[in-house]
């Protein structure tokens, strides 16, 4: 009976601070050098206790898209796999053709969750909301023609990019948001995410809004009035987090690890601090790294107060090619460019772009329900998925 109890207990903590999925670049987080299947299961060993799902940015930068798959073989393990965009068309071909090859080799339907076609291109003006959305036809219809239609397609934008054009085209609303990038204050952070939650959620419709990127640094410059600390991203991972939940939004955080190997040229000199591990792997915060017990969230806006945030964030969208709006993201650009890697890495270094984010288990049923929770994963698989690597 102890032995039981004991398991149970295991199971409950695990379950009980795990995240949706981390944003995961493989490459080695010093040198930024190419993955292979034994540096990925080393990161995945790590990965174990706060997740079972990841999001790739791209399958042929650096060959990501191979060893990843291969580390998680015969796991429980999830990935979203990106799809690179850039202006320059090549990029997604390579990236697309990539993906149709690695779909022949590995279980698609056991391990891919979501096929993440671009990341920002739109708020980088490399690409505009019709062109995406017809890539997006594009690979759904590739992977529909080899039996993998079941797997969700979507775009990652920023929240005043995410338009009609884009929701009609995605099996659900991929969307970034970073309130530090805003220069929120820490005690209105959960507020400004939220509103941006709300008001794509009334523009979406039918269609699932899940959080492709949000998180906080520990560290670097201030952003006006946003200021990384380790405090600041502890307290904005718990509310986020444990309001998501309350509210069924699902989430990817930025980011699983801090990564030495990106240029810090930026404007706050944040770009190497959003992890919630630090670059030696170990973690920033003890375990379990958020407890939603006893957690009260701000209230949720009436209808009428949504209709005027709803009107807010449009003013901000549609300013959103100046500068010096309060709340734009000068810095979007900067996880669009370092995730994917080499190609096109500090074509936007200093940018003053306007957007909103900074630059972060696919069951379908015959209801045509599905979900991208890693947390629908019984606790006891997280623990053989991390067994898996010891």
Known sequence: MKSVLSIAAIASAASAAMFNGLSYNPKQLTTGECPTVDTVKDDLKVL??????????????????????????????????????????????????ELIRLAGVFDFKKQVSAVIVGNESIYRKEQNSAQMAAKVK??????????????????????????????DAVDYANVH????????????????????????????????????????????????????????EHRYMKEFICRAQLEKIEYIWFSAFDEAWKPVTNASDVETH????????TPKFPSPMYDCSGFVPNSKPSDDESSELSEDDSDSSSGASG????????????????????????????????????????????????????????????????????
């Not at 706060?50 to 998680?72: F, W």
């Not at 529909?144 to 929701?167: A, F, N, Q, R």
């Not at 200093?350 to 984010?357: C, R």
């Open 48 to 97: 174990s206790q706060y997740t079972n799902q990841v999001r790739l940015y791209s399958v042929n930068d650096c060959n990501q898209g191979e060893p990843v798959l291969r580390a998680m073989e015969g796991t429980n393990w999830k990935v979203q796999l990106g799809l690179w965009v850039s202006d320059v068309e090549d990029v997604y071909k390579k990236d697309r053709d």
């Open 323 to 390: 500068s010096g709006s309060h709340g734009s993201n000068h810095n979007s650009s900067y996880h669009s460019g370092h995730e994917q890697g080499s190609i096109g890495d500090d074509s936007d270094e200093e940018s003053e772009k306007n957007g909103a984010s900074e630059d972060e288990d696919n069951e379908s049923e015959s209801s045509g329900t599905w979900s991208l929770k890693s947390t629908t994963v019984p606790a006891a698989a997280v623990i053989l998925a991390a067994a898996a690597f010891f």
């Open 138 to 167: 594009e690979v759904k219809a590739a992977l529909t023609k080899i039996g993998l239609g079941s797997i969700p397609v979507t775009v990652s934008e920023t929240w005043p990019y995410y338009d009609k054009t884009l929701i």
């Open 177 to 232: 948001a970073f309130p530090f990038w805003e220069g929120t204050k820490i005690e209105d952070a959960q507020d400004k995410m939220f509103e941006h939650i709300y008001n794509l959620q009334s523009l979406a419709g039918s269609k699932k809004v899940v959080v492709g990127e949000t998180g906080w640094p520990d560290a670097g410059g201030n952003y006006e009035d946003a200021v990384p600390s380790r405090d600041n």
């Open 274 to 281: 959003w992890g919630i591990l630090k670059g030696d792997k």
